[in-house]
């Protein structure tokens, strides 16, 4: 199965900057869609950024203008600029590729990452 790798996740200072990446390796496949989801405790996981394969992107309003998603697509990663970060941002931050992977009776598969921490102090 296609498996993601996090990384970037740790401790910034209210105002800071961090950079999260996921690279989605196994298999033969193609990515339609690359997105980062964050969960805070006691609360549901929701939608931070996404972007498909033909480079359009999408931002939850609480990050617009300050998060910045963006693909390699030679190497099968996504990345996702954090700036301007503040104590409600904190969370794990989970990464999710949707995509259709060759060799499958269903070949259509959603994969999510481990979770990378993020804690931004006030």
């Known amino acids: 199965q296609v498996q993601l790798v996090e990384s970037g996740g740790g401790l910034v200072q209210t105002g800071g900057s961090l950079r999260l990446s996921c690279t989605a390796t196994g298999g033969i496949f193609s990515i339609n869609r690359m997105s980062w989801y964050r969960q805070a405790p006691g609360k549901q996981r929701e939608l931070v950024a996404l972007?498909?394969?033909?480079?359009?992107?999408n931002y939850a309003d609480s990050v617009k203008g300050r998060f910045t998603i963006s693909t390699d697509n030679a190497k099968n990663t996504v990345a996702l600029e954090m700036n301007s970060l503040k104590p409600e941002d904190t969370a794990v931050y989970y990464c999710r590729v949707d995509g259709v992977e060759y060799g499958l009776l269903v070949p259509a598969f959603s994969s999510w990452g481990r979770g990378t921490q993020v804690t931004v102090s006030p």
């Open positions: 972007i498909t394969s033909g480079g359009s992107a």
